[in-house]
């Protein structure tokens, strides 16, 4: 069946500072693969995604690539800001439906 | 446009009444899913419907859960009888295949069960 796992929480961060938060991926067929991000007392909403192999979603400064010979899609920021404390939830989305599988999600909390 | 509409916002309930979570999905849209989050076991999706035909019940908890979808804008979440373990926020999401898999959530429902 399909599968995500995503780094342990929570991370905090400096100002400023670089982000990565690791996730990777086990999935039948071609899976799309997704970031979404949950504020503080909201629900989820899509950051980025990407479709295929080599695919790059970007948002907001948020990066991630479509890594299919390692199974990952690794979320990056050049530089957090206190705005971008939130949970971040890696997602795949494989076969009919529309049915997505979410890791389990990743707190960030940024400091000034 | 407007995003997917959750009632209520907030319940506060007492053990063993019956409680009914609301959702309305984007127009246009003809998939819903329920999920449940919590601390303990995080995000667990509950049941999907397609076209209105629920697909996937199997993370319904128990006999308590019960979800229809009487009509294609339109679910219903209902536990009878509600107990404290119940305590979590609820969300629905819709999609269509347009939206190339991407999910949109509702603002959740927080539910407290006394």
């Known amino acids: 069946g399909n599968s995500v796992t995503q780094m342990e929480g929570p991370v905090t961060l400096s100002e400023e500072a670089f982000l990565t938060i690791n996730c990777t991926y086990t999935a039948t067929g071609y899976p799309s693969l997704f970031w979404y991000v949950q504020y503080p007392g909201e629900g989820l909403q899509l950051l980025l995604k990407?479709?295929?192999?080599?695919d790059k979603g970007s948002n907001k400064g948020f990066e991630a690539t479509y890594r299919k010979e390692t199974t990952s899609f690794h979320l990056e920021k050049g530089s957090v800001q206190v705005s971008d404390s939130a949970v971040y939830f890696c997602a795949l989305s494989s076969g009919g439906y529309q049915k997505v599988t979410f890791g389990t999600g990743t707190k960030l909390q940024v400091i000034p | 446009d407007a995003g997917v509409i959750q009632s209520p916002r907030h319940e506060v309930t007492e053990m063993g009444q019956e409680v009914t979570l609301r959702c309305k999905l984007i127009s246009g849209h003809n998939s819903l899913f329920w999920y449940r989050q919590t601390m303990m076991r995080g995000l667990e999706l509950l049941i999907y419907f397609n076209n209105n035909v629920p697909i996937d019940d199997s993370g319904m908890p128990e006999d308590r859960f019960s979800a229809k979808m009487p009509n294609a804008s339109f679910s219903t979440l209902k536990i009878q009888p509600s107990e404290p373990r119940d305590s979590a926020v609820y969300f629905c999401a819709s999609t269509n295949p347009g939206a190339g898999g991407t999910q949109y959530f509702g603002p959740g429902t927080r539910l407290l069960v006394l």
């Open positions: 990407a479709t295929k192999a080599d």
